[in-house]
């Protein structure tokens, strides 16, 4: 089994910064690649970034120029540092990894279980 763990959503006020983090236990050979999505009340869940095992980003079009995407292979993590945070950046912050485990013929997909983040103007 893998757990994916989140840590460091909260409340902020506009103009600020927070930085999740995402880390990986349990059964794990390799891991592909590291997400965050996010989604807000009422919409759909978007990409917010992404890295692969190399460390090519991609990111979606709310964070560009704000946010960073990291990793840390050692320790199976995966951050998401937010600047310049918007009321509109307000909803539940997702990572989710692509997992290759023991005892497993294939990678999978594995969510964290959110974290909130909310954003007051």
């Known amino acids: 089994q893998v757990q994916l763990v989140e840590s460091g959503g909260g409340l902020v006020q506009a103009g600020g910064s927070l930085r999740l983090s995402c880390a990986a236990s349990g059964s794990i050979v390799s891991i592909n690649d590291m997400g965050w999505y996010r989604q807000a009340p009422g919409k759909q869940r978007e990409l917010v970034a992404s890295i692969t095992s190399a460390g090519s980003t991609n990111q979606g079009d709310s964070a560009k120029g704000r946010f960073t995407i990291s990793r840390d292979n050692a320790k199976n993590t995966v951050y998401l540092q937010m600047n310049s945070l918007k009321p509109e950046d307000t909803a539940v912050y997702y990572c989710?990894?692509?997992?290759?485990?023991?005892?497993?013929?294939?990678?999978?997909?594995?969510w964290g279980q959110g974290t909130q983040v909310t954003v007051s103007s």
């Open positions: 989710k990894m692509v997992v290759l485990a023991t005892a497993s013929l294939r990678r999978w997909d594995y």
